[in-house]
């Protein structure tokens, strides 16, 4: 009877294609490309879950007040005790409610100056509003972009060590350039592994800002129209 035992070579072969080893025998470029690459993921998933819970909380925290609020009967008394918060919503009616005290604060009142003072702090709060909560979205999209092109040029430098191999050697056997073409791609593979998930979540909490961002807007339309309503009445 004839066993057929498993080629040693090929198992040791095996063995140095493992992620760990072919990280351990890149040469040192490869090494930083792999290295950047990899502290870009973790700086990416970072992001993604921090930006999760904030995303999160802030369009929860204004639907609620936004619910509340409508539902209140003095709009002072709403502030006195809501207003204060420290969430989207909340700044926005609290820019709104100073710029109406300050407005109004005056013997003679100035309607139509009103109406565009108040429109113009509305407005300008949710762009503040969605500029702080989008501050981060560039990096996410500068890895999503860029890793590729940075595991590619890993790619590129490991094949050009790996013929490098070959013409030093004089051999162009598998066994020869088979460890340079792993590493070149196994570069790549890691790019690809920072910036698929960063493309897929910067477009996913970008329609989630543009969801926040419009229903901030319908609270300020009719935040002003209550206010327009309160200053046809004033005398």
Do not use: C
Request: hydrophobic share 50%; charged share 20%; proline share 2%.
């Amino acid at each position: 009877m004839t066993l057929n035992l498993p080629d040693v070579g090929a198992v040791a072969q095996a063995a140095t294609i493992s992620p760990l080893a072919l990280f351990l025998q890149a040469d040192i470029v490869v090494k930083g490309v792999m290295a950047g690459l990899l502290l870009a993921s973790i700086w990416t998933w970072a992001i993604i879950i921090g930006f999760s819970v904030t995303l999160r909380k802030s369009s929860k925290q204004s639907q609620t007040f936004e619910a509340d609020f409508w539902k209140a009967d003095d709009i002072d008394r709403f502030y006195e005790a809501r207003g204060k918060a420290d969430f989207a919503a909340a700044r926005v009616m609290a820019a709104g409610v100073t710029e109406w005290r300050r407005s109004t604060a005056q013997k003679v009142i100035d309607r139509d100056g009103t109406r565009d003072r108040l429109s113009t702090i509305l407005s300008s709060t949710i762009a503040a509003e969605v500029d702080r909560l989008s501050d981060r979205l560039n990096i996410l999209a500068t890895v999503g972009s860029v890793a590729p092109f940075v595991g590619l040029f890993g790619t590129v430098w490991g094949i050009m060590r790996a013929f490098t191999s070959i013409a030093a050697e004089q051999n162009s056997s598998l066994a020869v350039v088979a460890p340079g073409i792993a590493e070149a791609l196994f570069a790549t593979a890691i790019g690809l592994f920072a910036a698929i998930p960063a493309v897929i979540a910067y477009n996913r909490f970008s329609h989630g800002i543009n969801r926040l961002e419009s229903r901030l807007s319908r609270f300020a339309d009719g935040f002003y129209s209550t206010l327009s309503r309160e200053l046809e009445a004033q005398r």
